[in-house]
């Protein structure tokens, strides 16, 4: 691998470099660095060390550094920075960084930090911090560069020409005489225009365009569908407000992937559950998500227990509830999983529901064929009780098929309620699978009773 | 929201259109659709209708379109335009999207396909067609644009011109005298330049770059990183070989979270599982996941089973296992899912580790008094036997504490194994709770039996 990263050398060099006397050495270094190395050298190295290095930096590096932090460690470099220096960093963030920046911070220190900003900053910022930050206006940036679709090819150079030399461009943005995004025009056709044409000649017409208020995970959706590199953002008149480029997207799909990790795992999608330093905050986030659990271990707890004189002269019966809940969790997990993928893929009409769920019903099936065949043997085997045996597998079969059908048929349900599905593959379909399974097994084992030692 | 996207009355329409006559028609309505709609159209409707909007395509059109679908619509589209015209399609396909296409075709297909294409392009799918799936060389493509670093500006203006209009140019690539990558030109500083310019004196030189032979995953974290859009990949003398760009690196990041929700789900991560059609293939699939929680469940219930004299007496004890084993696995799963997150933000030392681990116990220990206490009180309540209600609220308090425990060092102990921690997240976790947690629940049976009825 050629990845240069920050290695422990680099990391004892730079406490060397940070002693006094050194300083030219420390600014030869720090060119020779990324910004995003010298971002993960930061949050490694102890503070005076820290506060050297960021003395050291171009306002533009520090702005360049302090967008690829994470929150926690944006927090610790704004304070090291003292508010003075940090104001005049922030006015060299790009503007979508800048807005996520602020709303991590603390309500009072962001309030000091915006009004110690240019006034046109400090503008486009306020209008940016509206937006909740997981839709297209939370995302976006305000800084493109654009024309109208009358110009010349050589208006829309000089506008690139006029530009700040910060911003990135991927393509000059085209409006009408109204200020209606039209379309872009890629670096590419402009650089191999002839005079005198037209950009509305050369341009690539529009073909999407979103509004603030749409969600971040439509907005990573449509870049996917139509193969984007950036996306227009417009208000509801259609004009051109600010862009939305392909990296902030992939911080979006990183971020929805999380979410969707920690609804399964029942965490809930907050990701304060992570950060928080609160014990008593991150157990009132997490603890909700048990409760389900919770009722359903009681409700099947309950059902084996109504069955109590039944179960007493067959006690052994009991010992082996772990194995029927076990397997129907992992059952009907499975099968909500495979469904929620489906259903992203975004083709399940009500035909293939049924297609899918059938097919899924005859997988579930046949593996608790196997399965209830292999528990009988075991069990069968181990206890010299065939009738046991027989018991336990037919009870972990049909509970194996009903979880199966549950775990597949739970995610469109709960989609159409308006809940997020990957909550289903998590604790919820466990818990449904917990009170069927103890329906069922005791069900099987009244019927299998009186033939049981 | 404004997303063009093919609506029921755009499929009613194409229906239409397709009838014999009515072809001009046809042709207008194509040319107004963005290829990744006509590609979804395309999936959707009937197969006599997809054959006729096939044929209007243009190859151009037809290999865009042929990028946008899933395998399974990729092989019927390709059995559609029949292996002449299929054959023409692929030619005009970016290479990495053609490598794809090429790797998910039956192996006789996909030979068939490959020796009808031009010589040249033949020959870099089959160097493409070496490189596993999952690594940058399995991902990359090689249609680029680069000059060497002592030419002019204007040579490099007039290698973006002489190359093939399909290919999208984000920057020129700059080779030194013996091709090894040196750098890029990102466009702007082209359209920039003064002449005479020399490519050495505007380019950005190389931050970094990647072999073939490099993860995927590897891949997406440098692009994150680094906020790049493109990435050179070069071979062990450093000569350059292909590219990567933002939109593969979408498609990886998508990939990759899907893998981790099915390892965690127990399904395994082939997307197999989900694409086949043979149940038998499925359940082959899916079956050896759930071994894991098989065996650990005739664990737990040997566990309970040899406690069976003790039980015998007090049966009711074993009613109360599900709530048990359903909580503790829940607590486990939380706490691995937020270690694993913790790792792959990747600031876990050790130092951190034993930090995050007791601060996970602390909180699983708070979580442990709720929940205990409020199973005490509730079986205490509705079974009228106190000494009851404290036997399952201890054991289920202590097997919570000991499964927060195991479930946040499970990750990092498999993770130094070499063995994905997603897959701590899911079945694994479960399986281990539900031995401890039988075991926790006999012994604390033993110690509270004397007073229980």
Same mark, same amino acid.
């Given at each position: ?314 006690? !052994?019966? *009991? /010992? +082996?509830?772990? #194995? &029927?809940? =076990?397997?129907? $969790? ?8 495979? %469904? ?53 597998? !037919?009870? *972990? /079969? +049909?509970?194996? #098929? &009903?979880? =199966?059908?549950? $775990? ?8 159409? %309620? ?36």
């Amino acid at each position: 691998m050629d990845v240069q990263r920050p290695t422990e050398e680099d990391i004892d060099e730079i406490e060397l470099l940070t002693q006094p006397g050194r300083e030219d050495d420390l600014r030869t270094f720090l060119l020779l660095l990324h910004p995003a190395d010298v971002a993960e050298l930061v949050s490694e190295i102890k503070e005076p060390a820290a506060r050297a290095v960021l003395r050291f930096l171009e306002p533009t590096q520090a702005a360049q550094l302090l967008s690829e932090l994470e929150p926690s460690e944006q927090r610790r470099v704004i304070d090291l920075l003292g508010v003075d220096r940090a104001s005049e960093v922030v006015a060299n963030m790009e503007t979508d960084d800048a807005t996520d920046l602020l709303q991590d911070l603390e309500d009072g220190e962001a309030k000091v930090l915006l009004t110690r900003l240019p006034a046109s900053e400090q503008r486009a910022l306020r209008k940016l911090l509206k937006y909740e930050p997981d839709t297209a206006g939370g995302i976006m940036q305000t800084e493109l560069v654009y024309v109208s679709a009358g110009s010349t090819a050589k208006k829309a150079l000089d506008a690139i020409r006029n530009a700040s030399p910060d911003i990135d461009i991927i393509s000059v943005f085209v409006v009408d005489d109204v200020h209606r995004y039209a379309g872009n025009v890629p670096l590419k056709k402009l650089v191999l225009a002839q005079e005198p044409a037209l950009v509305e000649e050369i341009m690539e017409p529009k073909i999407v365009e979103v509004t603030p208020e749409v969600d971040q995970e439509e907005v990573a959706r449509i870049f996917d569908h139509y193969s984007l590199v950036e996306l227009a953002v417009v208000d509801s008149d259609g004009q051109l407000i600010g862009r939305i480029t392909a990296d902030d997207v992939h911080e979006v799909l990183i971020e929805e992937a999380e979410e969707d990790m920690l609804k399964m795992a029942g965490t809930g999608a907050d990701p304060e559950v992570i950060d928080s330093d609160r014990l008593s905050r991150v157990v009132m986030l997490r603890l909700p998500w048990l409760l389900s659990t919770f009722i359903a271990g009681l409700l099947a707890s309950y059902i084996l227990q109504s069955a109590h004189l039944m179960f007493s002269t067959a006690v !052994v019966l *009991l /010992a +082996f509830v772990p #194995v &029927i809940t =076990g397997m129907s $969790g992992n059952v009907g997990t499975q099968s909500a999983m495979l %469904m929620i993928r489906g259903m992203t893929l975004g083709n399940i009409t009500s035909e293939s529901l049924l297609r899918t769920v059938s097919r899924d019903a005859a997988v579930a099936a046949i593996m608790a064929v196997i399965c209830g065949g292999a528990a009988a043997s075991i069990i069968g085997l181990w206890q010299h009780d065939w009738a046991l045996g027989a018991c336990v597998g !037919v009870a *972990l /079969a +049909f509970s194996m #098929v &009903i979880a =199966g059908i549950l $775990g597949s048929i739970e995610p469109p349900i709960l989609s159409r %309620m308006g809940i997020d599905p990957a909550v289903a593959a998590g604790p919820l379909i466990t818990s449904i699978n917990d009170i069927s399974g103890a329906l069922i097994y005791t069900l099987v084992a009244s019927l299998f009773l009186q033939y049981l030692k």
